[in-house]
């Protein structure tokens, strides 16, 4: 399809034919073809968004509607499924997923966006026992292949094994669905998906997404019906205008994004407007965690200064900046129908310990040697830890948990949960992507399920 692309150009225009323009989609000659370093079809690479988020994905479930409608063995039963994904924002933080839709319903209506939530989070604990394993197996390849592409470097070893498991997925794909009008050009183009990454580098420096934002920005610019040329060449002077006020006084904070971006990396707690006003004391469990975490002993007389001093001055905060990226919020934090959950978290300690837990409260206290910036945390016992491809994903066996008390620098992420209405399950939908080794033959086959 895309090797004699500059072939065909150069016969359309030799020969002249109207009729062979309009089957190849030619409209002529472009003067590109003439670049002598611009190489064809190398130069041109695949855009990751249009090929998989918007389209092998959507597609993919187009055809689970139609084979959940005929009771398909492939895919059941989709109910609840898009219900399960509306009603999880509640527990799901803003910075992990946009808000989620019902996919059942506005599935026409997804963006990108939308289908890369689908795709790395929802899906795969979704779909258990909602579809077969294969069609999860299937589709959690999709998800490592996108993940791979669009990671920031990309190894021999991770293009090696892109270049597997792009085949195995168009093969599973072809044997799980064997309509022939699912054989569309985007699996064709997911065949030359690693040979693009190959020539042009990793699929983010490429990719579609910074265009549309851009297309986006300039839309929202556009105040008026009449004169758009002007409109939209003032616009963008006046803001190029305000962006240069930097310069003039570098203490001038132009927007949320600066403020954001400049906070200092180390995690501190929040500032005087975070603070609660009257917050509910300590009770012994949590006093019992905290004497735990400085090795104290209650009885003694550190111990009984320890809890006066904890009842007395410490301070507590509703929220808590615990990355760049999102803000952890406890329980004591104000809640509503709009809010979204930050109360979920990944930590990992100093001895690389990863554990999952929720929020109960967050606070500080001076003692006689520096400021202590602690969380009291639920930690929860019976997670299921990925140690394979999905790492995304963690199912929680139960909300079984244990108080601890934790430095606020262990606190890596925020996380999020789904619940499973089919099965009655629960899953930690978790950022950060736990990786897999692709030279493990092991990993390997338990990827690539067709033998």
């Known amino acids: 399809m895309r090797t004699d692309m500059k072939a065909d150009i150069e016969c359309c225009y030799d020969l002249q034919v109207p009729s062979m323009y309009k089957a190849l989609g030619i409209s002529g000659r472009s003067p590109l073809i003439d670049l002598p370093t611009l190489y064809w079809p190398e130069s041109f690479p695949i855009d990751v968004m249009h090929l998989i988020l918007e389209g092998i994905v959507p597609r993919t479930f187009a055809i689970w509607v139609e084979a959940a409608k005929s009771k398909s063995p492939i895919v059941e039963d989709l ?46 604990p979704l779909l258990d026992g909602r579809a077969s394993p294969d069609v999860r197996k299937n589709m ?85 019906k009449k004169l758009k040329d002007e409109n939209l060449a003032n616009a963008i002077l006046l803001n190029e205008q305000i962006n240069l006020l930097r310069w003039r006084n570098p203490g001038v904070r132009l927007s949320w994004e600066e403020v ?20 509910s004391p300590f009770t012994n469990e949590q006093i019992n965690a905290i004497l735990e975490y400085f090795d104290i002993d209650r009885s003694s007389a550190q111990g009984h200064d320890m809890v006066n001093l904890l009842q007395q001055k410490a301070v507590h905060f509703r929220k808590y900046q615990a990355n760049s990226e999102d803000i952890v919020s ?90 499973n209405t089919f099965i009655q399950s629960e899953y930690i939908l978790n950022r950060n992507w736990v990786d897999c080794d692709p030279n493990s033959e092991m990993v390997y086959e338990d990827l690539l399920f067709i033998a």
């Not at 140690?387 to 108080?403: A, E, T």
């Open 330 to 419: 406890g329980k004591c934090a104000t809640t509503g129908p709009s809010s979204r959950c930050r109360q979920y978290v990944n930590c990992q300690n100093i001895n690389n310990e990863v554990f999952f837990g929720e929020v109960a409260r967050i606070f500080s206290f001076h003692d006689q040697r520096r400021e202590h910036n602690l969380a009291l945390l639920h930690v929860f016992q019976d997670v299921q830890h990925s140690d394979d491809f999905y790492g995304r994903v963690q199912k929680l066996r139960s909300r079984d948990s244990y108080l601890v008390c934790i430095d606020v620098t262990d606190i890596d992420c925020a996380v999020g949960i789904i619940s």
């Open 140 to 224: 959690a390849l999709l998800a490592r292949i996108y993940s791979i592409a669009t990671q920031e470097q990309i190894s021999p070893a991770d293009l090696g094994f892109m270049d597997r498991a792009v085949k195995e997925f168009v093969e599973s794909y072809e044997c799980l669905y064997t309509d022939p009008t699912v054989c569309t050009s985007n699996l064709h183009g997911l065949l030359h998906l690693p040979e693009c990454i190959k020539n042009c580098g990793p699929a983010w420096a490429y990719w579609q997404f910074t265009m549309e934002k851009t297309c986006g920005n300039v839309v929202r610019l556009l105040q008026g």
């Open 79 to 124: 109910t609840g499924l898009g219900k399960d994904i509306k009603d999880c924002k509640y527990n799901v933080p803003a910075a992990l997923a946009r808000s989620p839709e019902d996919v059942c319903q506005n599935h026409n209506s997804y963006r990108a966006q939308n289908w890369f939530d689908f795709l790395q989070l929802f899906a795969h």
């Open 260 to 279: 954001f971006l400049s906070r200092d990396a180390n995690p501190r707690v929040g500032d005087v407007l975070d603070r609660i006003q009257t917050p």
